[in-house]
């Protein structure tokens, strides 16, 4: 095994603080009533110091700050973040830059002054525009507000904004699920995050269900109803449950699903790094609870660091790559692993055989059978038993540049 090049960078910023806490949400998010702005800022700056040994002199392609609810941030910390961040790495002119929002925690003065800061693209977590759903996912907006969020993000200046719109909601029928993307396509984002309600552990949800799920067969006929709408319309599914026009994919998450790398701070927050010089890819972790974050004020807040297996990087890698409708290039997989083609053949040849994959001339993509039976296709990567000493053929690369 030889890790010949780094592979793209990004950044994750978790800023881990909501309004209230969904029932459906197993994310690391904390109900609270005043946020430690300035004291958060400067532990996430401290936490992204100390990792900058592990990152010299590569450029960061995205930013990605999530949560939580980091619209709840003011528009003078997000700036004091971005002064800081700007100071401290070697930011790409072209970086897309996106913030997380939730309808009715941010206005347009918000909005204005997140884009003057840097940030260029929003992702507003919308879910639903039916008020009987939205009340029922224990959201805190409205229909109402969540148009009134879309068109203050559009006068801030925003041309770049995605929409979360869920289906597989508690009672919903076909109909319905298909309204709630008619209002989106409506608004003409440039993107659309269309996933199912899945019941979490350690959420509400899964200690009291609730009542008059749809079962998978409802569910299957909502997402097909919805993808032929949102085909119609112009929207090209790229992943699982990403559709954007052609200009507007989300390259921060194609970095994930391509197995970039990506640093990421915060309470909780995890990251990726490839050591090239040290033949390794590792994975941080930070501490958890945002209370025990900031007592380190980002310094030492690392509470696991693992490096990956061999098999964990085959693993991981075919985790992520076969979550896109275009799939990937056996190059990519030896340029971003390390590892022979030769190791995951075997799987790759039944997930072909069972009608789950697509394998011709070095490139691999899932097929519409193994999207609806993804986790099928999934398991069969999981038990890989490869050696780091596995010989490799230096003859088998073609590096990527993205």
């Known amino acids: 095994m030889q890790i010949r090049q780094n592979p793209p960078l990004g950044l ?96 347009i003065s918000h909005f204005r002054a997140y884009r003057k800061s840097g940030v260029n693209r929003l992702s507003i977590g919308v879910q639903s525009f039916n008020d009987d759903h939205l009340f029922r996912l224990g959201r805190v907006h409205d229909a109402n507000l969540a148009l009134q969020a879309f068109e203050a993000a559009r006068l801030a200046g925003f041309d770049n904004i995605n929409l979360d719109i869920m289906y597989g909601l508690p009672d919903q029928t076909v109909q319905q699920a298909v309204a709630d993307l008619q209002q989106a396509i409506s608004l003409a984002p440039e993107h659309i995050s269309h996933y199912q309600l899945t019941i979490e552990p350690n959420t509400f949800f899964h200690h009291q269900p609730p009542a008059l799920m749809p079962d998978d067969d409802l569910a299957w006929e909502q997402q097909g109803d919805c993808q032929k709408l949102m085909s119609s319309e112009g929207y090209q599914q790229y992943e699982i449950s990403a559709y954007s026009d052609n200009a507007h994919q989300c390259r921060h998450n194609l970095n994930y699903w391509r197995f970039g790398d990506y640093l990421g701070i915060g309470a909780g927050a995890h990251g990726k790094i490839t050591q090239v010089g040290e033949n390794k890819v590792v994975r941080r972790m930070r501490q958890r609870q945002p209370t025990a974050y900031l007592a380190s004020e980002g310094r030492n807040s690392i509470c696991n660091e693992i490096e990956l297996s061999a098999s964990d990087l085959a693993f991981e890698f075919m985790l992520n790559a076969l979550r896109l409708t275009n799939g990937f290039e056996v190059d990519l997989f030896i340029a971003s692993t390390g590892l022979s083609f030769s190791e995951i053949l075997p799987a790759i040849q039944k997930a072909s055989q069972s009608g789950l994959v697509n394998f011709d001339e070095g490139h691999i993509c899932p097929t519409e059978r193994g999207f609806q039976y993804h986790n099928d296709l999934q398991s069969m990567f999981l038990d890989l038993k490869i050696s780091k000493n596995q010989p490799f053929f230096s003859s088998e690369v073609k590096f990527i540049h993205n």
């Open 12 to 107: 994750y910023i978790h800023l881990p603080w909501c309004e209230k806490k969904c029932p459906y949400c197993d994310f690391n998010s904390h109900q609270v009533d005043t946020i430690p702005e300035h004291d958060y800022i400067a532990a996430l700056l401290n936490d992204l110091e100390q990792d900058l040994p592990l990152i010299w002199g590569r450029p960061v392609e995205t930013i990605f700050i999530g949560g939580g609810t980091p619209s709840l941030f003011s528009g003078d910390a997000i700036d004091r973040l971005f002064s800081g961040l700007r100071a401290l790495l070697n930011l790409s002119a072209s970086a897309e830059i996106t913030l997380e929002s939730n309808p009715g925690s941010a206005d």
